[in-house]
């Protein structure tokens, strides 16, 4: 089973810590011998998921939407990034250099194509850009890819 994953990114500490308990609870839900996660393993719910398939198991896949993608990353994460991709047993590029809007939904259409199923964590809102996380989940619907909606319960970006 190929699952991928998109989020939000910049979520309070509160919902970060709901969406951990949340991607743990469905990450658990698949056999860890069929597990292989697809990423783009950017700060949030990316690397979030990366994590658990990893604890969980799971087999790991990154796409890079962009040669320049690492150094748009917060500094902070870029070691986090570091790890996870060399976890990564495949490791998918769009053939962008600039790390923008255009090619994180590059990514991320390479990653939906990847997928048996996608987990999108979303607030169900419209995107504050594009290729935010409602245009990969409006994306992975239009091609036939199951989303599966983990969003805490009262909680806001």
Known sequence: MRVGITGHRGLSTEVENRVRALLVDQVKSY????????SCLADGPDSWFAETVLQHGGRLEAVVPASEYRQGLPDWHQPIYDRLISHAGDVHHTGITESTSEA???GAEILVALVDELIAVWDGKPPRGYGG???VVAYAERNGVPVQVLWPEG???
Do not use: K
């Not at 056999?31 to 697809?38: H, M, R, S, W, Y």
């Open 31 to 38: 056999a860890p011998a069929e597990l292989i996660g697809v």
């Open 104 to 106: 994180h939904q590059a």
């Open 155 to 157: 909680a806001s970006r």
């Open 133 to 135: 996380t409602a245009d």
